[in-house]
C-alpha cells in the first residue's frame, strides 16, 4: 500500500484498530492497511474497503467475512468499520470488550479481543487515560 492510502486510512481511524480500538503507539509492531473484504473475494484497493488494524486482529480475521455468534451459534457476518458503528456493536467494560450484538459476539471471539495480554494492555490504557 503506498504511502498517501496508507496514511489516509490511519488519520481516519484516528490512530487505533478499527476492531479492538487499540492506539497503534501502544505496539511496537506496525498497524496493517486491512482488506474489509479480502482480495480473495474482490479485488477491490478503494478506501472503502480499508481498515487501519492491529497485526493481531488482521492476522485472525484473515480471509472471513462471517463468524459464528457466541451465544446463538448462528453464523453472523464480521463487523465492517465502514458500514457499521464500533459503539452499537461493541462496550468495553473492566477492559474486556464486549459484543453488544451477534456480529459484534462474533467478532469478539474470532479477533480474539480479550486475550490475556490484550485485556492487560487495555487496562493499562484505560488506567492511564489513553484507551
Known amino acids: ?72 451459534e448462528q453464523q453472523v457476518n464480521l463487523f465492517h468499520p465502514r458500514t457499521m458503528t464500533w459503539h452499537e456493536h461493541f462496550a468495553v467494560q473492566d477492559g474486556f470488550i464486549v459484543g453488544l450484538t451477534p456480529c459484534g459476539r462474533g467478532t469478539v471471539r474470532l479477533l480474539d479481543m480479550n486475550c490475556e495480554h490484550r485485556l492487560l494492555l487495555r487496562r493499562e490504557l484505560i488506567d492511564q487515560g489513553e484507551y
Open 1 to 72: 500500500m503506498d504511502a498517501v492510502t496508507r496514511n489516509l486510512v490511519r488519520q481516519r481511524a484516528g490512530g487505533r484498530c478499527e476492531y479492538c480500538h487499540l492506539p497503534d503507539f501502544a505496539v511496537d509492531l506496525t498497524f496493517h492497511v486491512e482488506h474489509i473484504v479480502a482480495s480473495v473475494h474482490r479485488v477491490d484497493d478503494s478506501l472503502a474497503n480499508l481498515a487501519w488494524s492491529c497485526p493481531r486482529c488482521n492476522l485472525r480475521k484473515g480471509i472471513c467475512l462471517s463468524t459464528i455468534d457466541s451465544q446463538t
